[in-house]
């Protein structure tokens, strides 16, 4: 019988073996994970997910988190002596950094301290309200010194959305990778954001996915999420390549 209704797929059914390669869950030094304790157990709902392999990506911001390779680092070697006593917690985690463009971030580039995904993939953001007046210098210069970014959840710039998604081509253009919130795809930033999410899916401008969790809600809403199976047919790819291209 013909049934006019879309069969919902989990999306926790698709990350089996995911790597999660943007999240805040190194303590004490952004606005996600604010002590050791609470990042042992977004860990433990990680793995409740099949998740067990984690790039940590805590904000580079210099008025709100000036973090360092040194203080990243310290988070992350403070995370792993807890983690390493748990015999039933088994994930592994890499530390890396997001970094908001600004011209703070000019300097970073130029001394090429950069904590990257993966080789020279840097996971990069933007303001939600403007882009940087300089982006196209900060682009520039990342491209010279042969850095690839990595720009984090481009579906939640308002500024960026148009019916022609010419601005998302303009960056594409310039060299930008993008990677997409799975949140985005449930509406947990609001319509737009979901809209423009599966657009860019739909015109294949997506190249990574990540969760972005701050908080055990985030995860509790991907262990419950569900999009339809025509949706998550463009998902598979996304998630696979994701996977390939960050694998430890």
Not at 80 to 98: C, G, H, P, Q, R
Not at 159 to 179: I, P, V
Request: proline share 3%; aromatic share 10%.
């Amino acid at each position: 019988m013909f049934s006019f209704f879309q069969k919902k797929i989990f999306l926790k059914d698709y990350l089996d073996g995911f790597i999660d390669i943007h999240n805040h869950v190194l303590p004490g030094i952004d606005d996600g994970a604010s002590d050791v304790d609470t990042s042992i157990h977004l860990l433990y709902d990680y793995q409740k997910l099949g998740i067990q392999k984690i790039i940590a990506t805590p904000h580079v911001m210099n008025d709100y988190y000036a973090n360092t390779p040194e203080s990243i680092n310290k988070a992350h070697k403070l995370l792993m002596t807890e983690l390493n006593k748990l015999n039933d917690l088994k994930v592994e985690i890499k530390a890396a950094a997001e970094y908001m463009m600004d011209q703070d971030f000019m300097a970073l580039i130029e001394k090429k301290e950069l904590l990257c995904l993966k080789e020279n993939m840097v996971l990069v953001e933007m303001s939600y309200f403007q882009p940087p007046i300089n982006l196209n210098e900060i682009l520039f210069q990342l491209q010279t010194l042969q850095y690839k970014p990595v720009l984090a959840h481009p579906e939640r710039y308002a500024f960026l959305h148009s019916n022609s998604l010419s601005n998302y081509k303009e960056l594409k253009d310039r060299g930008c990778l993008f990677q997409l919130n799975a949140l985005s795809l449930i509406g947990h930033y609001g319509k737009n954001m979901k809209d423009i999410a599966f657009r860019l899916l739909e015109e294949e401008m997506i190249d990574f996915i990540g969760t972005d969790t701050h908080q055990k809600r985030h995860l509790e809403k991907l262990s419950t999420a569900s999009i339809s199976s025509k949706k998550v047919e463009m998902l598979r790819s996304i998630i696979e390549n994701t996977k390939k291209t960050f694998k430890f």
